[in-house]
């Protein structure tokens, strides 16, 4: 029994409260709490990264102690791949509660900001640190609530349109995965993840599982926003403020979407050949509808959400292609190459498209402007923001020696042994496109002449904004390492472990 | 905003202190009974929400009772959350730990820590659904003027 | 067997209310009699024949009761859904104030 794993809940929770309390009375008390807060978080999560060497480490809600081996408590799970979400969602909050500082000036009702950005955080690292269904279905109820206040900050008519069009998708959504988990103990008689695992190695009646399959697919799918479900993405991520953008862009739809797909396909339900194909071609579908939408785009955060959907696209088709793999019986190492590539571009899309995000905010702060059109000749006026944007532009579009290059390497690479040369060729060629779209991007924004500004000069950002994107560029540049094979065993391999081998998770947690 | 007519005030005045009563015995005796924190907190939340309705208020009044219904219901969260931790202090290092005596199953006072939750959760939901109905009301007078 | 069909035909009946209406008020409606009959079909899968209601008292001890885990999943997703709601009809008075109207054919600003 751990005691640091319910801190990661109950810290931010606490946080949003007193920032509501105690904000109207003391002035700029809203910064401070939120930045230590988000401070604590990130250097609690590293330390439980390396804690995790020990194995895997459980907490019990309320101290319940199984009856007869059947566990009835609620039970918080810390192993190897949640700690690499966790990182991914602390660091990236830490950095866009630093960016805010300077950026909310516009806005008035600081106070809501600061504590509905701390209850996110706490929802999402609930999901994350879950191991039982229903529980797993509240977290993710919190983090989604608050991302629809975020969304419809700024009260103007397109911040307001979005957030409706977001929210009755992301309800119906809710409604389909709450149906699921409810066939679910209708069957099984748990919640528990490991334990609905033990009773579907007993008794498996396909036609019941294939239903409550499809429903899952549904109702991750459209919070993780794949091809035929992605139809709130560009207007919800175009209309929040910038750093909200690179949270949700960044984390959210990675730790309430691939994630839980990730672990529910991998650790809960055996592995059939055609779910597997279904997930792969829902993967391909995004990746390549997902580009060509993206390069007629002339407004700046419409041209990166829709890219979003496409790097969410590789990730969707390495990990599916795994368990094609897995699930005919054969070459087990290929898999496990798949499945790393998959883990390793999550890890690279957080960080580069968090950092495009909040460049287009500093563009917007400066200029007023989202429009390609009306930008120009940016560089000489704005050099630290050119110069992390060109870092950002490299990674995405996969040129070496950035962090992109390699995930996108490994992904083709396992795609190639594996025998699907149709979904390497599709992977170079939508890559190709990327760089296209992104040489557009840099030429309208930073290298064309400059229009007639009507005498307004343009300095660069604040200090905050310029420190929180210098360090999303030194992790552009230091996440490469992982592709070598020292670091990728103490990071990646125990993730990939973890997921391919279900019976060790269900015996270290229920002992049986 | 106007208050009702003559009928519904004096119903009002009979009525409303009996649904706040009632409230609060569904809440106590949510360990024995069909019930808890939250219906009964949204019990108590309907009783205020009736008076405010049939009696009318003019706009300052209500924002000054939105600001101490909202600071309410904050601080009723910080007690659950500060109820949850001491169980970290006492005995076993875990959270939502039951550390009060258990007395006999069916007296009122039983069941450990379990009332003092569903009294903290009741305030808590009767002051958020009374925060909510105020922002919408504030909002709709100052679009009208 | 035939309850749980029932339940699915109610949300269906709020699936068609979802698609086919055109104000606001109305859609918020749908989405409010479909998350009812989940919870409808939730709290009827904790049934066991000839069972009682789930409180301990001094003289129902070695009895059945129903099973209470499904109630009190329904109480939890009974808040969640009051959030929502509260949250959805406060963006659609804003946007009435910003538009005029609650239709959602001219509610069409963000295309493409």
Redesign the interface.
């Known amino acids: 029994?751990n005691?640091i794993i319910?801190i990661f809940v109950?810290l931010p929770?606490?946080a949003a409260?007193?920032i509501?309390?105690f904000g109207?009375f003391i002035k700029n008390l809203h910064i401070f709490i939120s930045f230590v807060t988000t401070l604590m978080l990130a250097i609690l999560s590293v330390y439980a990264f390396i804690y995790v060497e020990n194995g895997l480490q459980i907490?019990?809600?309320?101290?319940w102690e199984p009856i007869n081996t059947i566990p009835v408590a609620i039970y918080m799970v810390l192993d190897s791949f949640s700690v690499i979400i966790l990182c991914i969602i602390n660091l990236i909050g830490f950095i866009s509660a630093l960016y805010s500082v300077s950026y909310i000036r516009q806005y008035t009702a600081k106070n809501n900001y600061y504590a509905l950005l701390c209850l996110m955080i706490a929802g999402m690292n609930g999901v994350v640190l879950s191991g039982d269904l229903?529980n797993l279905f509240?977290f993710l109820?919190i983090s989604v609530?608050s991302s629809?206040?975020l969304v419809?900050f700024g009260?103007?008519?397109?911040e307001?349109?979005?957030?409706?069009k977001y929210?009755?998708l992301g309800?119906?959504a809710s409604?389909l995965i709450?149906?699921g988990i409810?066939l679910i103990?209708?069957q099984t008689k748990t919640?528990n993840i490991a334990d609905v695992k033990r009773v579907l190695n007993t008794e498996y009646s396909i036609p019941f599982y294939l239903f409550i399959q499809i429903l899952f697919i549904s109702g991750f799918g459209l919070k993780a926003a794949l091809i035929p479900f992605h139809a709130w993405l560009?207007?919800a991520h175009s209309?929040a403020p910038s750093p909200i953008s690179a949270m949700l862009s960044g984390v959210l739809i990675k730790a309430v979407g691939i994630y839980v797909i990730i672990r529910l396909f991998f650790n809960m339900f055996m592995i059939t050949t055609e779910i597997a194909i279904l997930i792969t071609t829902l993967g391909t579908l995004s990746m390549v509808i997902g580009v060509f939408l993206a390069i007629g785009?002339w407004d700046l955060k419409?041209l990166l959400a829709y890219h979003s959907i496409s790097q969410m696209g590789y990730v969707v088709m390495s990990v599916g292609a795994g368990m094609i793999l897995i699930s005919r019986g054969k070459k087990p190492d290929v898999a496990a190459l798949a499945i790393a590539g998959g883990i390793f571009h999550l890890i690279n899309h957080a960080v580069f498209k968090g950092l495009l995000f909040l460049n287009a905010g500093a563009i917007e702060y400066r200029t007023g402007t989202r429009d390609l059109k009306e930008m120009g000749g940016l560089a000489p006026v704005m050099p630290a923001t050119s110069a992390t944007s060109f870092i950002a532009s490299m990674s995405i579009s996969g040129i070496p020696p950035f962090n992109g290059f390699f995930s996108k390497l490994i992904i083709i690479i396992a795609a190639v042994y594996g025998r699907f040369y149709f979904l390497a060729l599709l992977a170079v060629i939508v890559s190709i496109v990327t760089l296209a779209s992104f040489m557009k991007f840099q030429r309208y924004a930073f290298q064309n002449k400059e229009p007639d500004r009507k005498n307004r000069a343009i300095n660069e950002v604040p200090f905050p904004m310029i420190f929180s994107m210098a360090v999303l560029a030194f992790f552009c540049l230091a996440l490469s390492m992982l592709a070598f094979p020292g670091v990728r065993e103490a990071i990646l391999t125990p993730a990939v472990n973890i997921l391919m081998q279900s019976e060790i998770y269900t015996l270290q947690i229920i002992g049986n | 905003m106007q208050g009702m007519s003559v009928i519904v005030k004096k119903v009002t005045q009979l009525i409303a202190g009996i649904i706040f009563l009632y409230g609060i015995y569904i809440i106590i005796h949510g360990h024995l009974t069909p019930g808890g924190g939250f219906a009964g907190g949204a019990l108590i939340a309907g009783s205020f929400i009736l008076l405010i309705l049939a009696f009318g208020s003019d706009i300052l009044k209500l924002k000054q009772e939105e600001t101490g219904s909202s600071i309410t219901e904050n601080i009723a969260i910080l007690m659950v959350l500060l109820i949850a931790v001491m169980g970290l202090l006492f005995g076993a290092k875990v959270f939502f730990i039951n550390y009060l005596p258990v007395g006999t199953a069916g007296k009122l006072i039983s069941a450990g820590v379990i009332p003092l939750y569903n009294i903290f959760i009741g305030i808590e939901v009767a002051a958020a659904i009374l925060t909510i109905f105020l922002a919408l009301v504030i909002f709709k007078e100052e679009s009208t003027k | 067997m035939t309850v749980y069909i029932l339940c699915f035909i109610l949300f269906l009946v709020g699936l068609y209310g979802l698609i086919t209406r055109r104000n606001l008020i109305k859609i918020v409606i749908s989405l409010c009699i479909m998350e009812f009959s989940i919870f409808l079909m939730l709290a009827l899968i904790g049934y066991i024949d000839s069972g009682i209601a789930p409180i301990i008292r001094p003289d129902t001890i070695g009895q059945t009761y129903v099973d209470p885990l499904p109630q009190a999943m329904v109480l939890t997703a009974i808040v969640i859904g009051l959030a929502t709601t509260a949250l959805l009809l406060a963006i659609a008075i804003r946007l009435y104030g910003k538009y005029g109207t609650f239709d959602i054919r001219e509610i069409n600003n963000l295309r493409g």
């Not at chain 1, 307001?160 to 409706?164: K, N, P, T, V």
């Open positions: 029994m005691p319910p109950a929770l606490a409260f007193l509501m309390i109207k907490y019990k809600a309320g101290g229903f509240v109820e609530i629809y206040a419809a009260v103007g008519r397109n307001l349109e979005a957030s409706f929210q009755v309800w119906l409604l709450l149906l409810s103990y209708w919640l560009p207007d209309s785009q419409r």
